[in-house]
């Protein structure tokens, strides 16, 4: 095995009753068993200000970088992490959860009981700007949403078969643009673009932008380059996972896609919840996937359960509306390819991976119309438009200042495992 | 404009009477004229080897660093540049290209003159090995090679227009993988992946792996994101080009490039040449492009000459060969779309540019047989193989062991500005 990568048997498990001395409500996305990661931004009264790498929990996020210096945790290989810096793999994410749960837990009183440390290390969420999790190396983005795949393929093969040859026989996927993966609360600007009404082809504000519901993972390890990983050990390079937003140009999409995929249509946003959740916390969510029927090829092929029971939430809040309404409830379970079987996929050619690597799911739309996760599908190609019951808006697809708010949560026997939101504010075009 | 983003108007031009003090002979690709950037490794005799910023002339290196140490040439902003390390923009480059050309030219004494500095600061060519001159942070692949586009229509499409209705209206492309680019001189290994040989699904070695002949350009600058930069400012984002191979596997790009685009069948590798040659040193090359009809949007129209006349070269030598033998003569002159409109289209909705980020043409076919640049082209889908004149050999895709070589040059007056040379050996696939 190459060195820094170790084997998923020695994962970190928090038992389901323990108890932080920091207060958490059962429907919160951050009890003590997940303690996720990300980066965070803090202004002080004094106008200073900091850039750290923190955990939250309850309301709270914990300043993991401090509690550090303070000695509080031990210093890790990497540690104390510049901000955007890398985690050095999936045991480093552990060894930091794992400090950082004997600290939390109840019994604990080495911060417990020192208000000074506490008010040096731990912060409301409510006063930090969430950053990117990591610096993303490469963001690809896969189609394994099957009824996803088919509803488009109902929508724009109406006399085919719904699905193309090659959808069960391997994951089909793509490479998206990595320098425009932006964390929650990271406005988005409506993108201008090529596209065609009717015979006149026109430049300008996107009329049909769209969201995409999917999930993520982030790579923890590198690989060598012409040296595919086998899909019993591709576990060990996946560090954690994160909510998805692919924004969507449907009408340039429509127009340029054609012989080389999307490009364009995708390339000006993708949005992302900014705690990166490790798959050692989201344990007790495994499932096995779907039959995959035809059986596919033996490299692609996985002894273990890779699938798992997420469930998700889109809410959509024009400018208009006091609280946001819930458009769509979907679940991972949906995916048709698991994550294992997707990076064993890309692997599988010996294409080297990286630290930071962002491998996204591809739409993950349920079976039925209120689960689907587009507005390309919910409204069926704007036929159906939907009524936002507050204002009595209408809806085809996003209009300026609309705020769109994805929320995922595995559920479990008293507390939620959360992935936080990814919320996002649509901008008007430039005007140039 | 943004800081360090200059006008182009402050071009740095050296004089094609200039001469230095090195000899170069007039079929060098690297007379003073050129001076193009690179990182290369060096063994010394006593076991200790060196990594470093240079710039070839005739059959040497000029270790770059070592200069700046030295005092030879100013210290400039980022240096002595870190090996991978990025050079502040253009204006970094022109200053560094400006300073060595005083260097090295022929009545300038202080280098000359000095053989302890000349065996401290000059390497042959020879004794080095070249590294990748940036570390890439985005590779973007267009179709921009019009009748490449309209082969691979009329091998895959027989019974409609060999181009899609978009293609002169957009430069086409999509996003490839960065971490897969590799140097010249870097071996690379034929991938595994998923095929159809008749009705049966295989997963193997590919049995089609081809090259495609491309050259390439890397940004200087980043921009914002959701702040398009117009086409009028877009040539300061251009720092230099190199040349590009982008290694294809055409059995597995069949089966999985619908409806996504390519994938694994070009991220397992991409080779480039070692040396940005910057667009200053280009500058005698440029030429106006094919008319464009009909007329592009106002977004993609530029005033200025966008083309370049530079000759392109593929050559083939098997296991068994003692030389290569050529096997394809393009020249860039055959791209539809220039390099200015791609970058502009790439910007045009919003996409931030990362200094690192590179952009390739797709491949460059002339309008002969003996001018494609693939083989899926110059055999027409193996229908014709080729015949090594030395050995008797047969290629239709290539095989273990070859190497191919691409090179490029443009000619003038007395001198050439080339590229070097990418030249890569195929090794196995990886057993397991």
């Known amino acids: ?67 550090s210096q303070e000695g509080l945790i031990p210093e890790f290989d990497g540690f104390p992490l510049a901000p955007w810096s890398v985690f050095g793999g999936q045991e480093s994410l552990r060894e930091v959860r794992r400090a950082v749960f004997a600290l939390l837990e109840e019994s604990n009183s080495k911060l417990r009981d020192h208000a000074g440390l506490r008010e040096a290390t731990i912060h409301s969420r409510a006063n930090i700007v969430p950053l990117m999790p990591m610096k993303v190396s490469a963001f690809v983005d896969f189609y394994s949403g099957i009824n996803h795949a088919s509803n488009v393929g109902r929508m724009f093969r109406p006399d085919q078969p719904p699905l193309l040859p090659n959808y069960r026989h391997l994951p089909v996927g793509y490479n998206g643009r990595a320098s425009s993966v932006v964390p929650s609360e990271h406005d988005v600007t409506r993108p201008r673009g090529q596209f065609k009404v009717g015979d006149d082809l026109l430049f300008g504000p996107t009329r049909e932008l769209d969201f995409e519901l999917e999930v993520g993972f982030f790579v923890a390890n590198d690989s060598e380059m012409g040296e595919p990983i086998s899909i019993d050990e591709i576990e060990d390079y996946m560090l954690g996972m994160v909510l998805v937003n692919d924004w969507s140009a449907r009408d340039v999409q429509r127009w340029e896609y054609q012989p080389l995929g999307p490009f364009l249509a995708k390339s000006f946003a993708t949005s992302i919840s900014p705690w990166i959740v490790s798959f050692d916390a989201l344990e007790p969510f495994r499932i096995a996937g ?85 507005l390309l599908e919910l409204t069926w190609r704007g036929q159906n438009p939907l009524t936002m019951g507050e204002t009595g808006e209408t809806r085809t697809f996003l209009e300026d200042g609309d705020t769109l708010i994805m929320t995922g949560w595995g559920q479990a026997e008293g507390y939620r495992i959360g992935f936080g939101e990814v919320r996002t504010t649509v901008e008007p075009a430039p005007r140039q």
């Open 1 to 67: 095995m190459p060195s820094g990568v170790i084997s998923s048997v020695s994962r970190l498990s928090i038992p389901s009753s323990a108890k932080s001395w920091i207060e958490v409500s059962p429907e919160s996305h951050f009890p003590i068993q997940n303690l996720p990661v990300g980066v965070a931004a803090i202004d002080f009264e004094d106008d200073s200000s900091e850039i750290f790498n923190c955990m939250p929990i309850g309301d709270f996020v914990v300043n993991i970088d401090m509690l």
């Open 290 to 374: 779907p039959g995959q029927e035809p059986p596919v090829l033996p490299h692609l092929q996985s002894s273990v359960k890779g699938h798992y029971d997420i469930q998700l939430e889109v809410g959509i809040q024009t400018a208009k509306m006091t609280r946001p309404q819930t458009i769509c409830r979907s679940n991972t379970k949906h995916l048709y390819w698991s994550f294992i079987q997707q990076l064993a996929h890309q692997s599988s050619n010996g294409t080297p991976l990286e630290i930071g690597d962002l491998y996204a799911t591809g739409t993950i739309s349920g079976e039925t119309e209120d689960s689907f996760g587009s």
